[in-house]
């Protein structure tokens, strides 16, 4: 039980709930992905129905940022957990919340009024490039399989008793990538028609960052979370350390 670092690097702590809310160890080996249906990041009830991690868009920067609310390996609460049906939240899961909206009738609404958000099926590649590199850590930290094997259904025909529900002992013996519309005892849609199959496909990839104009080694670092000397490193870059737009530069491993 808790093995492994429990912190994502660089996540903010500033709504970690475990604290004053507690939960149950367990060995994580699945995801089950969320949207929160917002533009900003949720207050869950004090906690009380928070996710493990929530990833919130910088559309400034080209990134998301995270904020964890419970430890890795900690169960959390953001799904429908029925008294004596199967375990939801305690069941080997770590959950994430993206900050966005799966139903197009929202994505429509807030298009037209000019409400700037994420639209989960259709989220840029720079979100995709910082979910892939948390499912990556998932993987070499916990041992979390970059697979899923199921089908992300687009909202709303995955709400409710839909065909990707999973059947509890199918549930039971889940182990990989997965969407709140697939954990039984919920009736939720999230996330839609999520681009997982892209998602792990990039976790899978060597990681690259190709340079922007103004971007610096320390500035990369910070995006990426990874240290610049660590990347100078891996590039063969030395002193003066100078980089330049368009040059795809290989960013090593996570330390945890």
Known sequence: MKTGPQKYPNASLAYFYQSRLGGDAMEVNAIVWHTTEGTSLPSYDGGTQAPTLTAVPDFRAHKLKWFQHFDFDVSARALVNRSGGVQTNTLNVAQVELVST???????????????????????????????????????????????????????????????????????????????????????????????????????????????????????????????????????????YRIYPGQVLTIPKRQS
């Not at 990538?177 to 954990?183: A, I, K, N, P, Y």
């Not at 839609?192 to 320390?218: D, W």
């Open 102 to 240: 799966c139903d197009p009738v929202t994505h429509a609404r807030w298009t037209r009024q000019g409400v700037q958000h994420l639209f989960a099926p259709e989220v840029p590649d720079w979100v995709i490039r910082d979910l892939a590199a948390f499912a990556k850590w998932a993987n070499e930290k916990h041992d979390v399989p970059l697979s899923s094997g199921l089908t992300f259904k687009a909202y709303p025909a995955s709400y409710g008793a839909s065909s990707v529900r999973m059947s509890p002992s199918r549930w039971l013996a889940f182990k990989g990538h997965c969407g709140h519309q697939h954990v039984p005892e919920n009736d939720h849609g999230d996330p839609g028609n999520f681009p997982m199959a892209a998602i792990l496909a990039a976790a899978k990839a060597p990681t690259t960052h190709t340079v922007r104009p103004g971007e610096t080694l320390s500035s990369i670092g910070a995006l990426v979370g990874v240290p610049w000397l660590d990347i100078a490193r891996a590039n063969h870059i030395s002193t003066p």
